[in-house]
């Protein structure tokens, strides 16, 4: 990517084409300390003026650019290896790094901050370490993955002059949670024992995700179906894995582990062990239908005779002429096979 025309710069191609420059150019390994490079050995011509004849000034652009890893929502320190042989000061440098789309992240203008140009995406997100030459983005997002250069030039009476310009590629990472394996309540008909395992929140996708049945004699390895689901704002993954476990066919103690592969760090997740002991027979949860089955008639079994029985009492004792006691209760006399007894006060005549 050509290196965007700095302030100052008069109007015209940019960048300049190879025979205005009076390019020369040559490898040197240890010009800033990355392996190989590319010195650029540009006169005052830079500046449009075919007839200058000031010193010349060295150019170094990084061919390889450097590998960057950050972690999501963590910090990413963006280098500008600048060695600085010359000397010059902050008040007379303009650095300033963007993004594979020529976005501005930050600018530092003659040594002071300068956010005019710098894209709102950025803004807050980064500071400059003025000792070490490096920017660092913060909060890093899945989306902030890419290509990123730095430039530095040298602000001159007659111009500006680019004098290192650095390249550096992002990659971010998310570590996935730990594996859980967690058993699904249902049993189905042939005794299996229904296993899932998910992790969540972990960039980029997995390379495999699978089950380790070991028992004493043997290891078994099931490579199930990997379900993967990706946040829409996030960017990060969510993935799981289910196993059907066959109860006639486990005859001793099983352990299973899930295993998460993960890319690029090539690194194992392991559960914690899940254990089957085919002595012990799965939970149950109860089967109520058996007993509502069971309720319902036995209650309507006894229930109706005794409300026939009361509603029969009830109109034997109404059809019986009551007998006033003393006190003028009235006594109300039932036949010998009701067992209720009712009393009501009345008015003493």
Aim: proline share 8%; glycine share 4%.
């Amino acid at each position: 990517m050509n290196p965007p025309a700095p302030e100052g710069h008069t109007p015209g191609p940019w960048p300049p084409p190879p025979g205005l420059l009076g390019v020369t150019r040559s490898q040197d390994s240890e010009s800033v300390g990355l392996g190989w490079s590319q010195r650029f050995c540009i006169s005052d011509q830079l500046t449009g003026d075919a007839n200058a004849t000031g010193p010349q000034i060295t150019v170094a652009v990084d061919a390889a650019p450097l590998k960057i890893k950050a972690y999501f929502n963590d910090t990413a320190d963006l280098p500008c290896l600048f060695t600085n042989s010359q000397n010059l000061s902050m008040s007379e440098l303009v650095v300033f790094w963007q993004n594979q789309e020529a976005s501005v992240l930050y600018e530092l203008y003659l040594g002071k901050e300068k956010p005019d140009n710098v894209n709102r995406k950025y803004m807050g997100r980064t500071s400059f370490d003025w000792e070490n030459w490096t920017l660092r983005l913060h909060n890093i997002q899945i989306k902030d993955q890419g290509s990123y250069q730095c430039f530095i030039h040298h602000k001159k009476p007659k111009g500006m002059v680019l004098i290192y310009q650095m390249n550096s590629d992002l990659s971010v990472l998310a570590n996935f949670s730990q594996p859980e394996i967690i058993e699904i309540s249902n049993i189905t008909e042939n005794l299996c024992r229904n296993l899932t395992c998910s992790s969540i929140q972990g960039y980029p996708e997995p390379k495999k995700m699978s089950f380790w049945l070991k028992t004493e004699n043997s290891t078994t390895v099931y490579d199930g179906v990997m379900q993967k689901s990706q946040d829409n704002v996030t960017e990060l993954y969510n993935v799981s894995i289910s196993l059907s476990v066959s109860l006639p066919a486990v005859t001793s103690n099983m352990t299973i582990i899930c295993v998460l592969q993960t890319e690029p760090m090539k690194t194992e997740l392991f559960s914690s062990p899940f254990y089957i002991d085919p002595k012990v027979p799965p939970f149950q949860p109860p089967d109520y239908t058996v007993w509502i089955a069971t309720a319902i008639p036995l209650t309507l079994a006894i229930g109706i005779p005794l409300i026939l029985r009361y509603i029969s009492c009830r109109r034997k004792k109404q059809q019986q002429p009551g007998v006033s006691n003393e006190r003028g209760e009235s006594v109300f006399v039932l036949p010998a096979d009701c067992h209720f007894v009712a009393t009501s006060q009345s008015a003493a005549f």
